[in-house]
């Protein structure tokens, strides 16, 4: 079994029958695991298992991961160096039975300069967004949104976009712009970024007009903007957030705030919420070709740049 906790060569008694050489190939591909997000010793063990059989190619297979949406499946796929003699992490293949019983399935490639994580992978396949960090040969690394086409996605059609940092898409103004319980402090502010990056969809406390409104929310690159739901997880209408008032809702639940800081002005215009629900398909038919401040985006910049 590999020791997680090593970063480095590991003692020789840690593998039965590995020779020194065979323990740090071990252990690289295992490191390579555990920075993908699996970090289970059963996955570790599975690892060294594999290896031991040899292969120009070696598939490994977690132990199945159950969330709120769904259980996803995944493969790991290895492939063997000849100049080093390792095995590289080329590939999340996941699979996710979602509980409605529709299948998603897409193989995400990795190389040096190109990651993915579990959970990245999952809420990927679930249609939300995620910020990766990019870096192609012989160019400056950068950050970017990726998102699955969603109209596409619904008929499992796998249209992975990107959105480059020349959309202008900026995660924290667009935030900010929502008066939150859990934005308040500094720290409670970036921990929302780091969770809505990796594609979370976050559950939050909307403040309006003097109510707690639980919800949740996520990023929504492609309108410049964020998707808002009630705690229910049923989108909100446009605009019902960033307005500022609470207009009601059949699903939404209330509290009184009793003490903190009171609500923020809010200037900004109504939210661009990504319209995927047969609800909203008409506001989202009027809207599709705008940017955050109705100005009509050239077609370049609606839909993003597949991968």
Not at 57 to 69: A, C, I, L, Q
Not at 130 to 149: L, T
Not at 238 to 248: A, N, P, R
Request: glycine residues 6%; hydrophobic residues 30%.
């Amino acid at each position: 079994m590999c020791n997680w906790s090593a970063t480095t060569k590991v003692a020789e008694s840690v593998h039965i029958n590995l020779s020194v050489m065979e323990i740090e190939v071990v252990e690289y591909a295992a490191k390579q695991a555990r920075d993908a997000g699996y970090r289970d010793e059963s996955t570790a063990a599975m690892i060294e298992q594999a290896l031991q059989k040899g292969g120009d190619k070696v598939s490994v297979f977690p132990t199945p991961v159950r969330y709120d949406e769904g259980t996803a499946s995944t493969e790991l796929v290895y492939n063997l160096s000849k100049t080093t003699g390792k095995y590289y992490l080329n590939a999340i293949d996941m699979s996710v039975m979602k509980n409605d019983g529709t299948v998603m399935k897409y193989a995400f490639k990795i190389d040096q300069n190109n990651k993915w994580t579990q959970k990245m992978a999952y809420n990927t396949l679930m249609g939300r967004a995620v910020y990766r960090m990019v870096k192609p040969k012989e160019k400056e690394e950068y950050g970017a949104w990726f998102q699955f086409n969603r109209e596409k996605l619904e008929k499992r059609e796998y249209d992975l976009l990107q959105y480059h940092p020349n959309y202008g898409f900026k995660l924290e103004e667009v935030v900010k712009k929502y008066d939150l319980e859990n934005t308040k402090t500094e720290k409670g502010f970036e921990d929302l970024i780091k969770d809505l990056k990796r594609g979370n969809q976050q559950e939050v406390k909307f403040i309006l007009d003097g109510k707690v409104v639980p919800g949740f929310i996520e990023a929504a690159p492609s309108w410049k903007s964020v998707n808002t739901y009630d705690h229910e997880k049923v989108m909100f209408p446009e605009g019902h957030v960033l307005s500022g008032h609470y207009k009601g809702n059949h699903h939404a639940k209330t509290t009184e705030v009793k003490e903190g800081p009171s609500q923020k002005e809010v200037v900004a215009q109504v939210d661009k919420q990504a319209m995927n629900s047969p609800a909203q398909k008409k506001t989202s038919s009027r809207r599709k070709n705008t940017d955050e401040e109705g100005n009509k985006l050239p077609s370049s910049r609606k839909k993003g740049n597949k991968v």
